[in-house]
């Protein structure tokens, strides 16, 4: 995976300031105070920074902006970067205002004068959330990421802080990358090579091929993949870092590399955004990456089904009846409802094998999901009140949104079949509840589940606060801290 950005904090005289090169950033109140790096500035600039806030636009600036003078007279700097930010700002604020930067900078070298700013790990994490870019497959030689320099006044302090948040970066810029990354190049195969290079984090990591999945009884995550000749395959991920014997947090994921639909084909148009209906074992390979990386003190174990949904003489016709892992019959009604037979078989699986502390899958599940909240917030679907609070908790605290849906037996009724246990499709009316309502007849009697429909947010065609248009990486923060704030050892 491409570099991140490299950060580092140091301690940097403001009287240095006009020998700065490169891209420089200074700090001013929305009420135009300037610190000593912003009167540094000012007086190299002969007072341009005082009648910048001076002027009647800068009254309607708001906090998080950034006002950018090209080649200052007085500086050595190529851009001077002016941030309107309070002295006292939430950690949000401050990712914003840092994500806001590393726009401005546009991956060139910069200095950030932070002063003594007690969030300066939060602006630190929305500079390396925000300069993030996919261009593997451009053949022209594209340049690295420019070093990105704060300066503090507590810069070992700051260095610290940064750390964890570091790792949780690096997390969200892997399930970009893997949900970007185009399907003839992230097959299952490749999908699963990815995963097991991890191991050199710490993590154990386990491939189960076909032949395995059979003996498992896994046959309606194989029913998605028996059309193509990619290998349909489940990766589980465990991470030990917690008390030794305690049940872990399990992750699941849908990773259909591409679908087409089956034989239920999908529309031509609009077939190629199909590369991240993968998003959620991405969401789970880039959170095993986070809490490797910043040694969470916790057992998490991260499983992935890994398949690809084609057309052929093979594939699974509508009409079809398989049965699941759990021994429930499936009457498939619609191929290109495939998620959540892909979801059911490991969500059993991942109950029988590990007995969890509790289950959290999350998919690409429904486009009824983007018609009902949009691409502002993922759908949460749980039966616990508790661990559903604890997430929401956690994703508003990283500024990730997520609305909590409605479950009730009443939408079972749209999912009972003539001739299985079940269908897999409910009809139009309430299409992401009855979604959820499948998946649930997966969860053991007693265990905290949460579904996490993220069809509206792991992709997005226009750019975000916190990221360029495509992959978004949505989910890592906000798993990350459930872990810690729910899972984690004292």
Known sequence: MPALTPIR?????????????GHLAVVVTPEGALDQAGRAANRATKGALVRLTEAESFQKAKPGQVITLAWPTG??????????????????EARKAGAALASAAGGKPMTVMAGNMSKAAELALGIALRAYTFEDHK????????????GHSKAEEMSEAFAPLQAVAEGVHMTRDLVNEPANV?????FANRLAEMEALGLEVE????????????????SVGQGSASPSKVVVMKW???????????????????????ISLKPAGGMEDMTMDMGGAGVVSGTMRALALRKAKANVVGLVGLVENMPSSTATRPGDVVKSMKGDTVEIINTD???????????????????????????????????????ENAGVFSNDDDLCNA???????EGEGAWRMPLGKAYDEQLKSRIADMKNVGGRPAGSITAAQFLQRFIKDGMPWIHLDIAGVASVKTATDYAPKGATGWGVAALSRLVADKFEAE
């Open 186 to 190: 992230l097959t299952t195969t490749e």
């Open 207 to 222: 491939v189960l091929e076909e032949d395995t999945l059979e003996e498992l009884g896994m046959r309606t995550l194989l």
């Open 391 to 397: 997430f929401l908790k956690a994703a508003g605290a």
């Open 9 to 21: 904090f140091a301690e940097i005289d403001p009287k240095t300031v006009p020998s700065l090169s």
């Open 240 to 262: 030990n870092g917690g008390v030794e014997g305690d049940a872990p947090l399990a992750l699941v994921g849908k990773g259909v590399v591409f679908d087409t639909g089956g």
């Open 139 to 150: 053949t022209a030689d594209s340049d690295a990421p420019g070093e990105v320099v704060i």
């Open 75 to 92: 500086l050595q700097a190529e851009a001077l970067h002016i941030l309107v930010l309070p002295r006292k700002t939430t950690p949000l």
């Open 337 to 375: 409802a495939e998620g959540r037979l892909v979801l059911c078989d490991v969500l059993w699986y991942a109950q029988e094998r590990f007995n969890p502390a509790g289950v959290i899958d999350l998919a690409t599940l429904t486009g009824a999901i983007i018609i009902g909240l949009g691409h």
